[in-house]
Nanobody
Framework: QVQLVDSGGGLVQAGGSLRLSCAAS????????MSWFRQAPGKEREFVAA????????YYADSVKGRFTISRDNIKSTVYLQMNSLKPEDTAIYFC??????????????????WGQGTQVTVSS
């Protein structure tokens, strides 16, 4: 079992930065690929970024590539999302998620086993 608690959201001006954190319970954190998804009001939840079990591979949605960086600390059982050059279109609730079925995670939300409660990111223009 894994419990995820995500945090770090807030209100920021366009062009600014935020760093999200997702803290996982248990000692099996390194066996899960980790990802971030987001959901804007009235829209479907969409994939943002993923990182492999050991952190050696990352991949991103095209919309955030070059601006966001996902990382993980398996000692602290925490995954991060550093968000730079934020745009109003980034406004959404951000969710961290854990996937045990593949080393590299997935872009499909149904592949994930555990989810955080979400943290709100609002980017003003």
């Amino acid at each position: 079992q894994v419990q995820l608690v995500d945090s770090g959201g807030g209100l920021v001006q366009a062009g600014g930065s935020l760093r999200l954190s997702c803290a996982a319970s248990g000692r099996t954190f390194s066996s899960y690929a980790m990802s971030w998804f987001r959901q804007a009001p009235g829209k479907e939840r969409e994939f943002v970024a993923a990182i492999s079990w050991g952190g050696g591979r990352t991949y991103y949605a095209d919309s955030v590539k070059g601006r966001f960086t996902i990382s993980r600390d398996n000692i602290k059982s925490t995954v991060y999302l550093q968000m730079n050059s934020l745009k109003p279109e980034d406004t959404a609730i951000y969710f961290c998620a854990a996937c045990a079925s593949t080393m590299y995670g997935s872009r499909r939300q149904n592949d994930y086993d555990y989810w955080g409660q979400g943290t709100q990111v609002t980017v003003s223009s």
